[in-house]
């Protein structure tokens, strides 16, 4: 080896003699991502990681998405298995207060009305297969569509099984709508209720008892069990950190599973699936139809909450007001503080935040129920 | 490719629905069967449930819960 | 796919149209498991997982506890290589503090005679070979003694080592007899000693030096590598954990290990285990056999170790309450506890809490050593 | 084969007792050598050994320890 | 089987047995590492696991350092695949304070400098190939010179790519040699500097904003992706820790990374550095050549920070004391304490510890940088 | 074998100054960037830069910094 030949062989293992215009453009758009994390708190818990594995997968020569590289390893590990969306649905249920939900239980359906956003997604994206140069399948409509369900974890164990060469886009789409919420959510809101409706006042949620809260996470897996079991990872992991956290007796487990396992594997979910914002996985025209849809997505699954909730506020004995239909997509909390802030300024002395948590986290539920079966009939 | 489409959606909603429904029903006997059982009403702790009574509650009230809400970073749910 | 095809294949894949009596059978023996962790605080930080995971495990179609599924993968990855026991125990380590049995060693040997349960279980096993349609072989029976070792990490990792598919029944009847210490010990304690002998008041513990805190885990660590190599996974890891502990120089390694690092390894590992509870792994008549044999273990641990303490006290210069012996099986610290309970009813001024310690601990590292025997003649 | 196991459970019994019992010495050499050993009384803080004499203590302190004890949840060992 | 034959069965797996002289002399040297880790307070969170780790790996017949040993699957798993130095180095980036640097830039040159001991390391380990019966190609030398770099992760990373078979000495040289700072440090300062060049005093250093903090772990990626990728595995994991630190919006990921997770790895690490403390691996002649090479390499780095920073001192505007210039070295924050301390020998008004903290973090990243150049070269 | 690493010692050496003095460029274009942005003066807490005015500080403040440092065990780097 000589000088000039080691300079040679170091400036041929450069980025800037390696690098494509499509790193280059991802390193942007994952740049954009981590300001959007950082300076409008958009979901910066994920947000943050994913853009910056979207940095690192970006950087020529390194091969850091590999599968043998650092993130690819992990991708490996944690997301083609399914276990790192598990692991943090596990820490959702830790997280998870069904107290308002059991104290009023027919809310829940607004979390089933909200689903609808999915399926019509997964049409729309349909729809748009063979148009613009884009092309989807059932399998990838059907991941698409999750975007609706606003659950980051759904959505990646989904698209992990179905699409995973679209997991990057998808990811990001979720993330960043759920961020959205308060944007996208308000006017269609109001659009679609009177001032009336949007004043109702709600009656006060009973007492729910501890046994309740204890009884609850198992009935809802064995119905899991009997209808959907494809739905039963999912819905298992949920049940399983719920009950950990109500049962009373465990509460060491439930404080680390809500802190440090949460956590940790978070930090290592977002990196790895930053591994699909690599510009070979993400530049296709595909990514634009994705964002467009998952867009719709969240419109949708909005609209069908708060139509339900008006149907549902004509037919009810206590009135219901129809704003909360729309905390049905989950994005929890968020969704439920928007209709809580909506409420407020039609009626300064109504708060909806309580009685929002129903749908809010019943939307959780429905969309892990519509995952297993797009997985059910598709996989 | 369209109509199956359309047939997931059919099939879809209705099992969201199905499971959700039943889910309601699950807990609508849950507690009547809890209220029945001895020990249900001296035993049992009015637990966390205390905490859903918001709709006569005052502005500082909520205050301290949309705190603490926030505080319960979501994680993308 | 038509709509009518749809349901079908959407039927065809319900835990309705799927459920084996077995899977169903199993699934109430898990929701006891999860009843009694909860309701009878039976070791819930194990048994809430176990049963949580024996749900998972026994629901049709879903195939959780596949080699791919979401916890086939974790037992694959955890248990089958040992690695969730040992780190488990590293923990415990990290837990115990061995102060009591430095200062009175000879109350070790009590520890040792615990152990006969082990092997006396050991010979019941084979006795019972061919007989009721059981059939056990000598790894077998070896992994069903190891119950009366009462140390779950122990038992596990010896089990998945020498009878994989026992590991389920085993870490039930291991978890659920440690649970029931304080109802199986002490008719066998009043029934092997006199009021008087009960009621035996010990000399005060003198002080133990940090010195000698931190010799001790390397030098048992070297009689065990001298004596039984086999048995240094578990010593040692033990060692590490109780090294870390006492030396004072890594006080953040040591709260992280106590801390987190014991909880997830607890959550995974529990889970996991539940694999080992679905229907096809668990309803043998074997099952039946262990859960009675199991029992037996922890009833002649106890005597064994009573036995011992009573001659010990005939023929030490200071004076030795023969109910200490019974804390030799393990279970810490509840079986010492036990002890202390008993004591009290016979002399209420007798604190033997602290006394029991000694052969509590010894006990632990006397099943790891007895397990070390085992795994070196049979694997 | 229950022959196999009785030789299991005299060779297993030998080794447990031997091991302890070389335990047990262990343990008395090293207080023994530590005590001669300098430094050994005076740098030497008598740690959480002082913990170690409860013969004499009143039922308080005890149920504290045994709180402490509860408190130390020790996942099934 | 009879009791004879199981007796000799057993005896044959007896420790006593199998010793063999090299394993009796790596479990002294274990006890020493162990010995310098507690009572010496020898880098203990790394030298203690390490320390214990060789213990169990010199252990006969048990086999914990094989690749389906407890230990050698964690190593296969996390060093192998160099996951855990990179997850380490996101725990580093995450404690790291910038702050100092980027108030006065310049001195992060005097980081450059202390690199020279990597090269004249390397220079050395090819000197002394084909000598006194040590055998050392160009991988092994640049493994070897990495041990000048002061960073524990930075050198295991690179010696696991480079010469996994000198890992185990590479680990112990690097770590105990940042351990002897304060010994190995001070004469080579005091020899090659002024008394009136020690008491310098340093300009107060500016406000550093948020803003710059939360750029400057993107432009260092950035600037390391255009002009050496191979170093992009390090230099990112560290970045991304410290823009979770710095970003002010993920606290609880930046509290766990710092916490639980660094604590994890490292004793997961540490354990599994051990194994390469077998006898087989570590008894080399080549070994005691590294131990020689790790001190000059100390040295090298430390004359090469002190000679810069008098050079710089002469021609910058404001005065640089050439103290600081050791501190390049990094083993942060140990270096720019024992700068401290020998400033206020000679100046007991002159606290110098901020100002050191410049070149010692970008001794942090100059190190991994050298690894990068290396990578790049001779893999 | 000794020529090349004399190479890689010239190259090794080269690219690290580079890097780094690349980073002292983009560190004092980042300070006059921000300063000149609209928001810098009031927006911008001064942060933990803060921390770093040790110059006149006296003796008790230099020794919590360092008893916090020691608290920053940092695991070998
Ligand atoms: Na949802
Ligand atoms: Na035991
Ligand atoms: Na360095």
Request: proline share 5%; glycine share 12%.
């Amino acid at each position: 080896m000589s000088l000039i030949s080691g300079f040679q062989n170091l400036w041929s293992s450069t980025g800037l003699a390696n690098f494509t215009w499509g790193q280059a453009i991802m390193i942007a758009v994952s740049l954009v991502l981590i300001y959007l994390a950082i300076r409008k708190q958009f979901e910066p818990l994920l947000l943050l990681p994913i853009g910056f594995g979207g940095l690192l997968s970006n950087i020529p020569v390194a091969g850091i998405a590999d599968a043998n590289g650092f993130l690819g390893l992990i991708y490996g590990f944690g997301i083609a298995t399914g276990l790192f969306p598990l692991l943090i649905f596990i820490g959702i249920g830790a997280m998870t207060d069904f107290g308002p939900m059991i104290a009023n239980p027919k809310t829940a359906l607004l979390g089933a009305a909200a689903q609808l956003g999915i399926f019509a997604t997964l049409l729309g994206a349909l729809a748009l297969n063979g148009h613009l140069g884009l092309s989807f399948d059932l399998k990838d409509a059907a991941s698409i569509g999750i975007i609706g369900g606003a659950d980051g974890p759904t959505a990646i164990f989904l698209a992990s099984r179905l699409s995973p060469q679209l997991l990057g886009s998808i990811a990001v789409a979720a993330y960043s709508y759920m961020a959205l919420v308060p944007i996208i959510q308000p006017p269609i809101m109001r659009f679609l209720t009177t001032k009336k409706e949007r004043a109702v006042q709600m009656k006060q949620l009973r007492n729910v008892t501890k046994r309740e809260k204890i009884v609850f996470p198992l009935s809802t897996l064995g119905i899991c069990t009997l209808l959907i079991p494809d739905a039963t990872p999912l819905i298992g992991a949920f049940m399983f950190g719920n009950l950990v956290r109500e049962c009373g007796v465990v509460d060491r487990l439930s404080k680390t599973i809500q802190g440090s396992m949460i956590d940790i594997v978070t930090i290592l979910l977002g990196l790895s699936v930053g591994t699909k914002l690599a510009a070979d996985k993400f530049l296709h025209a595909e990514t634009i139809g994705i964002l467009v849809l998952g867009f719709l997505a969240f419109s949708f699954g909005t609209a069908a909450g708060v139509i339900l909730g008006k149907i549902m506020n004509r037919f009810s004995r206590d009135p219901i007001n129809p704003l909360i239909g729309a905390a049905g997509v989950s994005a929890v909390p968020m969704a439920a503080r928007v209709v809580n802030k909506v409420g407020l300024e039609s009626n300064p002395d109504n708060y909806l935040l309580m009685h929002a948590m129903g749908p809010n986290v019943s939307g959780v539920i429905g969309s892990a129920v519509a995952a297993g079966v797009l997985l059910a009939l598709l996989s | 490719m369209l109509s199956d489409g359309l047939w997931l959606m059919v099939i879809g909603m209705s099992v969201v629905f199905i499971f959700l429904g039943l889910l309601v029903k699950a807990i609508d006997a849950t507690s009547m069967i809890l209220r029945k059982l001895p020990g249900a009403g001296s035993g049992d702790v009015p637990s966390s449930g205390g905490k859903t009574r918001p709709a006569a509650r005052g502005k500082e009230e909520i205050a301290v819960i949309m705190a603490s809400l926030a505080d319960r970073s979501r994680k993308g749910s």
